[in-house]
């Protein structure tokens, strides 16, 4: 910030009407600079103008003594020269203008990311990286209802894109979200808001029949007992995360993995698809894993039943891929 003194082009007491402040850096979308007249006396008039660079900024009318009159200049990331002036008349009869000049730096917003398979809930541990040099790393987890839980800070002067570990200590509790807030050098910060929570529905696995993606209406009642489970944490935690469904797909080793690999889409696709009719209110995404995460190990062209299943999650974002299976791709269920 810049401190600046007035100058009027009048009578020597209107130089003591305002004091000026220049706040010369911001970022975009999460500070901007600013010219800031600072009132010493009452004026009937105070008229600002100013023009950053094609930013136009200004105000015109009365003032009173102590007010502290902020005008922020939301220009465009890059460096600005700022031109204008600045007119007073003010209560003790005295008036007078002054140029106005002075410059400002406006960053564009800071990039932080989290560093793949970083987050360690237990641990309560997670690694971010900053494209530009750190000055500190705070993290907020919150629980049900967004009540705070842990908090961690790092201090730290990690140079931009290096990985910055931040650990939490946690209260009794559960993690619904983490928020973690990286400031550079210069105090400027960015935000990340992390959805870690997810819940695997406990279930009766709908049974298959060999190379078949439908199922009968026997099977029905596992399907309606896992959405009584469903509505149960929706209730719970909807208010706390977006919650979608996610369905995935297996089969048994019976026929070529190609092969597989669209049976146990279809497979999770009609279970999708009956979550859907039965009133699931969020999204839905399915996924197949063919016969790469098996439930029983068993030898290729083995019919086994308990195999041929699917997987159910709620989560605000996608499951990562477990076991032996890959990751196809979620689509969401039109």
Same mark, same amino acid.
């Given at each position: 910030? =810049?401190? *600046?003194?007035?100058? =009027?082009?009048?009578?020597?007491?209107?130089?003591?009407?305002?004091? *000026?402040?220049?706040?010369?850096?911001?970022?975009?979308?999460?500070?901007?600079?600013?010219?800031?007249?600072?009132?010493?006396?009452?004026?009937? &008039?105070?008229?600002?103008?100013?023009?950053? $660079?094609?930013?136009? &900024?200004?105000?015109?009318?009365?003032?009173?003594?102590?007010?502290?009159?902020?005008?922020?200049? +939301?220009?465009?990331?890059?460096?600005?020269?700022?031109?204008? #002036?600045?007119?007073?008349?003010?209560?003790?009869?005295?008036?007078? @203008?002054?140029?106005?000049?002075?410059?400002?730096?406006?960053?564009?917003?800071?990039?932080?990311?989290?560093?793949?398979?970083? =987050?360690?809930?237990?641990?309560?541990?997670?690694?971010?990286?900053?494209?530009?040099?750190?000055?500190?790393?705070?993290?907020?987890?919150?629980?049900?209802?967004?009540?705070?839980?842990?908090? $961690?800070?790092?201090? &730290?002067?990690?140079?931009?894109? !290096?990985?910055?570990?931040?650990?939490?200590?946690? +209260?009794?509790?559960?993690?619904?979200?983490?928020?973690?807030?990286?400031?550079?050098?210069?105090?400027?910060?960015?935000? *990340? @808001?992390?959805?870690?929570?997810?819940?695997?529905?406990?279930?009766? +696995?709908? &049974?298959?029949?060999?190379?078949?993606?439908?199922?009968?209406?026997?099977?029905?009642?596992?399907?309606?007992?896992?959405? #009584?489970?469903?509505?149960?944490? *929706?209730?719970?935690?909807?208010?706390?995360? !977006?919650?979608?469904?996610? !369905? $995935?797909?297996?089969?048994? #080793?019976?026929?070529?993995?190609?092969?597989?690999?669209? /049976?146990?889409?279809?497979?999770?696709?009609?279970?999708?698809?009956?979550?859907?009719?039965?009133?699931?209110?969020?999204?839905?995404?399915?996924?197949?894993?063919?016969?790469?995460?098996?439930?029983?190990?068993?030898?290729?062209?083995? +019919?086994?039943?308990?195999?041929?299943?699917?997987?159910? #999650?709620?989560?605000?974002?996608?499951?990562?891929?477990?076991? $032996?299976?890959?990751?196809?791709?979620?689509?969401? /269920?039109?």
């Amino acid at each position: 910030m =810049l401190s *600046l003194l007035l100058a =009027l082009a009048g009578p020597a007491h209107a130089q003591d009407a305002v004091s *000026l402040e220049v706040v010369k850096a911001g970022q975009v979308g999460t500070s901007a600079p600013a010219f800031i007249v600072k009132m010493n006396q009452d004026a009937s &008039v105070l008229t600002v103008k100013i023009d950053c $660079g094609g930013t136009r &900024v200004g105000r015109d009318g009365p003032a009173r003594s102590g007010d502290r009159i902020e005008l922020k200049i +939301d220009a465009p990331a890059g460096a600005h020269a700022c031109k204008g #002036t600045l007119f007073g008349s003010f209560a003790d009869g005295s008036e007078g @203008e002054m140029p106005i000049g002075f410059t400002i730096n406006v960053y564009r917003p800071m990039a932080m990311s989290l560093r793949p398979g970083s =987050l360690d809930l237990p641990k309560r541990s997670v690694d971010v990286v900053m494209d530009r040099a750190t000055g500190k790393v705070e993290i907020t987890a919150l629980g049900p209802k967004g009540v705070q839980v842990g908090y $961690g800070l790092a201090p &730290v002067g990690a140079a931009a894109n !290096v990985p910055v570990n931040v650990e939490w200590k946690q +209260d009794a509790g559960e993690v619904i979200k983490l928020k973690i807030r990286g400031y550079d050098a210069d105090g400027f910060w960015s935000e *990340l @808001e992390l959805v870690p929570w997810s819940y695997s529905i406990p279930h009766e +696995d709908v &049974v298959f029949a060999t190379n078949a993606a439908d199922f009968g209406a026997s099977e029905e009642p596992k399907l309606a007992t896992a959405m #009584t489970d469903a509505r149960g944490v *929706l209730e719970k935690y909807g208010s706390d995360v !977006v919650i979608k469904l996610y !369905v $995935g797909g297996h089969t048994d #080793t019976v026929g070529d993995a190609a092969s597989n690999q669209k /049976l146990s889409m279809a497979r999770a696709r009609a279970i999708a698809g009956w979550f859907k009719k039965a009133g699931f209110p969020g999204a839905i995404y399915y996924q197949g894993y063919g016969e790469g995460n098996l439930a029983i190990d068993t030898a290729d062209e083995i +019919d086994e039943a308990r195999n041929r299943r699917a997987s159910y #999650t709620l989560a605000a974002r996608p499951p990562e891929a477990s076991g $032996g299976g890959g990751d196809y791709g979620w689509q969401e /269920l039109k």
